[in-house]
Nanobody
Framework: QVQLVESGGGLVQPGGSLRLSCAAS????????MGWFRQAPGKEREFVAAINWSDGSRYYAGSVKGRFTISRDNAKNTVYLQMNSLKPEDTAVYYCAMTRTYGSIRYFDYDCWGQGTQVTVSS
């Protein structure tokens, strides 16, 4: 059974940084990609970033490019989202997810999801 467990959310001031982690277990991940999505109250879930497990190719939403960095640690089966220069509009529940569709930004391509971690950017 595949499990994705996020951690690292919290409250941070505008301009601050957070690093989210997503620990994966229960599957061979080499043919999968991992993504981060977020959902703010009253809004649709939106794509943030994705990384191919095999070759490390990365994809970003325009709203976070240059501020967020997705990375992976193959030995730990863990994906990270380093978030810098955070803005109040980054406030949301952040989810990690898994897909066989490399480079997908569509949430319905992802078939396994974590429980989410809250990120709040506020002074």
């Amino acid at each position: 059974q595949v499990q994705l467990v996020e951690s690292g959310g919290g409250l941070v001031q505008p301009g601050g940084s957070l690093r989210l982690s997503c620990a994966a277990s229960g599957r061979t991940f080499s043919s999968y990609a991992m993504g981060w999505f977020r959902q703010a109250p009253g809004k649709e879930r939106e794509f943030v970033a994705a990384i191919n497990w095999s070759d490390g190719s990365r994809y970003y939403a325009g709203s976070v490019k240059g501020r967020f960095t997705i990375s992976r640690d193959n030995a730990k089966n863990t994906v990270y989202l380093q978030m810098n220069s955070l803005k109040p509009e980054d406030t949301a529940v952040y989810y990690c997810a898994m897909t066989r569709t490399y480079g997908s930004i569509r949430y319905f391509d992802y078939d396994c999801w974590g429980q989410g971690t809250q990120v709040t950017v506020s002074s």
